[in-house]
């Protein structure tokens, strides 16, 4: 059974740029939730999406979108990008969403902002 | 805030001991616990979970345990291999909430 895929796993762009990463599910998957990891904060969640819905946020400011499609595949968005989002951004996918039905996550987008 | 915390930074153990990574939290609304490993250049990767209903969940080489008066658990690798050397994360969720909150992590070593 194919994991969650993300693409692309290397980023670089310029400062003040968009960016739209992508996350394909584990199949039967409706969940699909994304992290940033950076050195200094860990992983922090970002937002979750359940059949095409946003289900959860976390505490990022609103240049960070996201959405889900129909077949469970999400794209995450970060508009006017500055230093700072230079992280590693990791999409995890579940049956439910809930933490007892746990959660796989894909290999990450490793995003550079320069 | 930081509601779920690894205090221990790095742990270094010799191949065949027992190692021990701690985790503390803050949140009393936290009731399902989980730990993950990982690589570098790679996601998370699934290895325990117990919820607050329980004190101790075992999994072969892998055991947490649970103390929700002190709000402190542990996960024990028995016996320690090269191949645990990763960063285990432990995370936490209420429940039926779809978010996990992390812990910054603790890198394990297990030396020859």
Redesign the interface.
Known sequence: KAG?TQTPRYLIKTRGQQVTLSCSPISGHR?V?W?QQTPGQ????LF?Y?SETQ??K?NFPGRFSGRQFSNSRSEMNVSTLELGDSALY?C?S?QT????Y???????T?LTVV | DQQVKQNSPSLSVQEGRISILNCDYTNSMFD?F?W?KKYP??????LI?I?SIKDKNEDGRFTVFLNKSAKHLSLHIVPSQPGDSAVY?C?A?P???????????TRLQVTL
């Not at chain 1, 969403?97 to 007892?100: D, E, L, M, V």
């Not at chain 2, 250049?41 to 699934?46: C, L, R, S």
């Not at chain 2, 429940?95 to 992590?105: I, N």
């Open positions: 969650v969940s939730s992290y860990g992983l922090q969640f979750e359940f289900r959860n976390g990791l995890a579940s969403g809930w933490a007892n746990g959660y796989t996550f894909g290999s990450g490793r | 399902y989980l993950y250049a790679e996601g998370p990767t699934f979970s919820s994360f995370a969720s429940g039926t909430a779809s978010k996990l909150t992390f812990g910054t992590g």
